[in-house]
């Protein structure tokens, strides 16, 4: 009986000591795992912060590398200036001597044959931007002042005559969308006439709205008004105050005193074609 | 001075004639805007002419055109017209 005990007990004891053991084993093996993983943790957080510090360190290389530049630049930019300001004076005096040395050389551009009658003024342009761009690193050259401002109006006239001329005004198009005959009325010619003469004066508050893009037509036949044939100062400000007012009218519902405005202008613009 | 604006029209079929726009028109609320355009029907014996109109809606790079069906909104529309075009004879 005792020793069956015994046996028994010593199985227990056995089983006992080995779940112990492996127990044991196991969380030992927990914490070395444990322990690894924290250095390998460790050495990666170690990494890190040197890579951190390396960036930081490069960083600061090239903050004082641009700062370095900048310093140099505005030096080289104070220097320039510096340089530049004597010899801005003695670059008019010689301008002119240029310019009337080098007058009769400046004939044999052929970008200059065309407007022989500013050919004296524009040849100037040709000396002045050589000894520009000789003394400046700068490419741009600012002629506008010595050219002459004659010319220019009557080409940005022909300019504007040419434009509306080339652009071809393409037809609206208008989709019904039933089969039903649209309302109709049967007007007068005269009452025919006074609905045409507001076409414009429509368009323009269609344009307004948004409807369509009618704004350009209208300030290309006004260009094309214009420079057909010129109308004196005065006349084309009553045009104008004639025309704001107009509006005028038509935004607050006065649709009569509107369109007898509209009336005047047409009879202004009728008399000095 | 106005030179005639030629437009145009398609109909459901497909098919497009050209038409003359007369004026437009725009409600007093801004809300509504109208095309008023002539197909050339001219009455001989007075000189009179027939004008259409309908309600134009834009529609990318054309316009829809919707009949007018609602009294109201067409008697609106009769006092835009005379309004324009008894203009002078009133004045």
Same mark, same amino acid.
């Given at each position: 009986?005792?020793?069956?005990?015994?046996?028994?007990?010593?199985?227990?004891?056995?089983?006992?000591?080995?779940?112990?053991?492996?127990?044991?084993?196991?969380?030992?093996?927990?914490?070395?795992?444990?322990?690894?993983?924290?250095?390998?943790?460790?050495?990666?957080?170690?990494?890190?912060?040197?890579?951190?510090?390396?960036?930081?360190?490069?960083?600061?290389?090239?903050?004082?590398?641009?700062?370095?530049?900048?310093?140099?630049?505005?030096?080289?930019? !104070?220097?320039?200036?510096?340089?530049?300001?004597?010899?801005?004076?003695?670059?008019?005096?010689?301008?002119?001597?240029?310019?009337?040395?080098?007058?009769?050389?400046?004939?044999?551009?052929?970008?200059?044959?065309?407007?022989?009658?500013?050919?004296?003024?524009?040849?100037?342009?040709?000396?002045?931007?050589?000894?520009? +761009?000789?003394?400046?690193?700068?490419?741009?050259?600012?002629?506008?002042?010595?050219?002459?401002?004659? +010319?220019?109006?009557?080409?940005?006239?022909?300019?504007?005559? =040419?434009?509306?001329?080339?652009?071809?005004?393409?037809?609206?198009?208008?989709?019904?969308?039933?089969?039903?005959?649209?309302?109709?009325?049967?007007?007068?010619?005269?009452?025919?006439? &006074?609905?045409? &003469?507001?076409?414009?004066?429509?368009?323009?508050?269609?344009?307004?709205?948004?409807?369509?893009?009618?704004?350009?037509?209208?300030?290309?036949? =006004?260009?094309?008004? !214009?420079?057909?044939?010129?109308?004196? +100062?005065?006349?084309?400000?009553?045009?104008? +105050?004639?025309?704001?007012?107009?509006?005028?009218?038509?935004?607050?519902?006065?649709?009569?005193?509107? =369109?007898?405005?509209?009336?005047?202008?047409?009879?202004?613009?009728?008399?000095?074609? | 001075?106005?030179?005639?604006?030629?437009?145009?029209?398609?109909?459901?079929?497909?098919?497009?004639?050209?038409?003359?726009?007369?004026?437009?028109?725009?409600?007093?609320?801004? $809300?509504?805007?109208?095309?008023?355009?002539?197909?050339?029907?001219?009455?001989?014996?007075?000189?009179?002419?027939?004008?259409?109109?309908? $309600?134009?809606?834009?529609?990318?790079?054309?316009?829809?055109?919707?009949?007018?069906?609602?009294?109201?909104?067409?008697?609106?529309?009769?006092?835009?017209?005379?309004?324009?075009?008894?203009?002078?004879?009133?004045?």
């Amino acid at each position: 009986m005792d020793d069956i005990y015994e046996f028994k007990n010593n199985e227990y004891r056995l089983a006992c000591m080995q779940i112990k053991a492996t127990a044991y084993d196991i969380v030992t093996g927990i914490m070395r795992k444990k322990t690894a993983n924290l250095d390998e943790l460790f050495k990666i957080r170690d990494r890190i912060v040197e890579l951190t510090d390396s960036f930081e360190r490069e960083l600061e290389k090239l903050d004082a590398e641009e700062e370095s530049v900048k310093q140099q630049t505005s030096g080289d930019e !104070k220097a320039q200036e510096l340089a530049q300001q004597p010899t801005e004076k003695e670059e008019d005096d010689l301008n002119l001597s240029i310019n009337k040395i080098e007058l009769p050389s400046t004939e044999s551009i052929p970008k200059k044959e065309k407007n022989q009658e500013t050919g004296l003024e524009e040849s100037n342009v040709t000396p002045i931007e050589q000894s520009m +761009d000789s003394q400046t690193s700068s490419g741009s050259v600012e002629l506008t002042p010595i050219t002459p401002t004659k +010319d220019k109006p009557e080409q940005q006239q022909n300019d504007v005559e =040419q434009k509306p001329k080339t652009t071809p005004l393409a037809k609206k198009k208008f989709k019904k969308t039933t089969k039903q005959v649209s309302k109709a009325i049967m007007v007068r010619p005269n009452q025919l006439a &006074n609905l045409r &003469n507001s076409r414009q004066f429509q368009e323009q508050i269609l344009a307004k709205q948004g409807i369509f893009a009618i704004a350009e037509r209208i300030q290309q036949q =006004q260009l094309i008004n !214009k420079n057909s044939k010129e109308l004196p +100062d005065e006349v084309e400000r009553k045009i104008e +105050d004639l025309t704001v007012k107009a509006n005028v009218y038509y935004n607050e519902g006065e649709i009569e005193k509107a =369109q007898e405005l509209y009336d005047k202008i047409r009879e202004l613009n009728n008399q000095y074609q | 001075m106005d030179s005639k604006e030629m437009a145009e029209l398609i109909d459901m079929d497909g098919l497009s004639s050209d038409i003359e726009v007369v004026t437009y028109l725009n409600s007093e609320d801004n $809300k509504r805007q109208y095309v008023v355009y002539t197909k050339e029907e001219i009455q001989e014996e007075t000189g009179n002419q027939v004008i259409y109109i309908a $309600k134009m809606i834009p529609d990318n790079d054309t316009f829809k055109l919707e009949e007018i069906t609602d009294d109201l909104e067409w008697i609106d529309v009769q006092h835009l017209l005379k309004s324009i075009a008894n203009a002078r004879t009133n004045g």
